[in-house]
């Protein structure tokens, strides 16, 4: 089993930044690959980021490309996602999944879910 739990989100302005933290408990958080979800009020969930536990190969959303940063520090268990210039699209909550696989796009394939946290842009 993994926990997890977010932290971090909140509300800011377009083009401000905030970095989401993702605290994991339980197993042996390096052997996980680590995803980024986020869902809007009335849209389906979307993988935003991803990070391979075996490759280290990352994997972005068309979207937050060149905005949002992906990043694991193993020794603290602990996920970043870095996101800049932020839009009012960007608007969701936040979840931070794990999978003992390689990073799959449909959230369905990951077994382990945080609760999420709401991110806000105003315009």
């Known amino acids: 089993q993994v926990q997890l739990v977010e932290s971090g989100g909140g509300l800011v302005q377009t083009g401000g930044s905030l970095r989401l933290s993702c605290a994991a408990s339980?197993?042996?958080?390096?052997?996980?690959?680590i995803g980024w979800f986020r869902q809007a009020s009335g849209k389906e969930r979307e993988a935003v980021a991803a990070?391979?536990?075996?490759?280290?190969?990352?994997y972005y959303l068309d979207s937050v490309k060149g905005r949002f940063t992906i990043s694991r520090d193993d020794a603290k268990n602990t996920v970043y996602l870095q996101m800049n210039s932020l839009k009012p699209e960007d608007t969701a909550v936040y979840y931070c999944?794990?999978?003992?696989?390689?990073?799959?796009?449909?959230?369905?394939?990951?077994?382990?879910w945080g609760r999420g946290t709401q991110v806000t842009v105003s315009s």
């Open positions: 990070n391979s536990w075996s490759t280290g190969n990352t």
């Open positions: 999944a794990a999978r003992s696989g390689t990073p799959a796009r449909d959230s369905y394939l990951w077994g382990y």
């Open positions: 339980g197993r042996t958080f390096s052997s996980y690959s």
